[in-house]
């Protein structure tokens, strides 16, 4: 997979042995690059000195250069040695948790949303505030404030954003030739998108809507919004909660049985019904492979696929052109969840400052983001008609010469297109970057399960076991669904609920809304 792309990596079951080799201070599997700077602020040997960075995903052609050119160029700021290391996505944050729990010696790593309140809560990760103001000029100047906001828990602050269009991406990716092959219109609205997939049902003989183990993602909710816009709370897979935070008494509610769920849940039982959803939608897999070749009509997706789903597309289907869609343009558009992507600073680094100012180098001017991001010009990428055109080594395959794992410290203030983005992209990513948004004045409040661990743990077998079928029309008996309420207040819903009523009632009370 293009590590460029990937947003939200897949987490799998964590191996123990091998994890910690002989007091090294990294794991030994690790591939590593850098070379270090000229000189240290504090007057120390920038070789004793070294500025530890851990990223997930493999080393990539040209980083060391890349790496050691930077480290040229930062070193009156940074003052070290700069060492990238790498561990595969699979294994990457099972390892970063056992080494931050045997206070192994790293300064800089990539975190995630998710991640964020568990780390904080074992004293992983540094408060930054402090560093911030000492280090992160640049960072502030070009970081809009309700990003880091947004990575704050009990009022401080944890993580340096990537700052990236995060305003309601989730969307839907459907076959532009096919839609206009059928002359329809483009589509904003519920009727017109049904009318789409009853005619790639009755034309083109093909999947109309193909999702992952039922998973239709948060693109469709928006067909079916009023004028409430929710903050939601639970899993990775399902909201248990939620509240509706244009209301002046903000409410905690069950999200399972709010006009939103059950205006979709409706929707989704006729698409089943009708056939738009294929029959076996809760165990299929696979739906972007149907898509890109020829056999579905439309998948979930987001702006950071987009490219992905067109360039197959176009390798199996010659006339196939992808279009995003997201529907209701025209409503009010939030971003109410902090980016998932975000550098930390270790706890047990020995160069905490340095990696603050690392972070800060790298947003203090486009040549500094472009070197980071790019390389070397002329060497790792060349500048074409505004675009950038990266060049490929020279065993005359398809890999570049350098291409980093952006989101340490993605910033869309610098990001420069690329010649191998199609203008579907380029022109989704443009509407988004241009795109009014509200921010939810409840985007910090961060949860804790301490007084439901027991009842959330009921919840979540509860859910995974019953609801999906319920929700994508699977089972259509609203006698199940009223008996799935039933179980959920039985296995402890109301207390949850209870629970983060009280802690946004707190929360507000403590002046933190905005």
């Not at 056992?98 to 904080?120: Q, T």
């Not at 067109?310 to 409503?331: H, I, M, P």
Request: aromatic share 10%.
């Amino acid at each position: 997979m293009n590590l460029w792309r990937k947003m939200i990596p897949m987490v799998c079951v964590m191996l123990l042995s091998g994890i910690l080799q002989n007091g090294c201070g990294l794991p030994a599997e690790m591939e590593k690059s850098g070379m270090p700077s000229q000189a240290s602020p504090d007057g120390k040997s920038p070789a004793a000195r070294v500025l530890r960075i851990i990223l997930p995903g493999e080393a990539q052609p040209h980083e060391a250069e890349v790496m050691a050119e930077i480290g040229k160029r930062s070193a009156d700021v940074v003052g070290c040695t700069l060492e990238v290391a790498h561990l595969a996505w699979e294994d990457y944050l099972p390892k970063i948790n056992m080494m931050a729990a045997a206070s192994e010696k790293f300064d800089l790593f990539l975190c995630f949303s998710g991640e964020l309140p568990k780390m904080v809560a074992r004293n992983f990760i540094r408060p930054l505030d402090s560093l911030l103001e000492q280090h992160g000029a640049n960072l502030v100047r070009v970081i809009p404030r309700d990003e880091f906001d947004a990575l704050r828990v009990d009022g401080r602050l944890y993580g340096i954003p990537s700052v990236y269009p995060r305003v309601e991406i989730a969307a839907h990716a459907l076959r532009k030739d096919l839609r206009q092959k059928s002359d329809l219109p483009e589509i904003d609205r519920i009727e017109d998108f049904e009318v789409y997939l009853q005619a790639m049902k009755e034309k083109e003989g093909i999947i109309p809507y193909a999702a992952d183990m039922g998973n239709l993602g948060g693109g469709l909710s928006r067909a079916f919004m009023d004028e409430a816009i929710d903050w939601y709370w639970g899993d990775d897979m399902t909201a248990y909660i939620r509240v509706d935070w244009t209301k002046k008494d903000m409410r905690v509610e069950s999200s399972f049985s709010s006009g939103i769920t059950m205006r979709q849940m409706q929707w989704n039982r006729k698409a089943y019904r009708n056939g738009w959803f294929p029959k076996d939608i809760l165990t299929m897999q696979k739906s972007w492979s149907l898509f890109v070749t020829g056999k579905a009509a439309v998948v979930p997706a987001d702006l950071y696929n987009l490219q992905e789903l067109d360039d197959k597309l176009r390798s199996n289907v010659a006339a196939g052109t992808v279009e995003l869609v997201t529907f209701q343009k025209g409503k009010t558009h939030a971003k109410i969840g902090p980016s998932n992507n975000f550098a930390c600073i270790s706890t047990s680094g020995e160069n905490q400052e340095a990696a603050m100012r690392f972070l800060d180098w790298i947003r203090a001017s486009q040549e500094n983001y472009d070197l980071y991001m790019y390389g070397r010009p002329g060497l790792e990428y060349e500048r074409v008609g505004g675009k950038v055109k990266r060049l490929r080594t020279a065993d005359g395959g398809e890999t570049l010469c350098y291409a980093p794992m952006p989101w340490l410290t993605r910033d869309f203030t610098y990001e420069r297109l690329t010649m191998e983005e199609p203008e579907v992209y380029i022109d989704a990513l443009n509407a988004w970057k241009s795109l009014p948004y509200t921010v939810c004045p409840i985007g910090g409040l961060t949860v804790s399960n301490a007084e439901f661990q027991k009842e959330q743990a009921q919840l979540i077998t509860l859910i995974r076991e019953q609801w999906l079928p319920l929700f994508v029309g699977y089972r259509s008996s609203d006698e199940e669904y009223q008996g799935f309420l039933d179980a959920l207040d039985e296995a402890g819903l109301q207390k949850v609920i209870r629970s983060v009523q009280r802690q946004l009632d707190e929360y507000l009370a403590a002046g933190v809304r905005k």
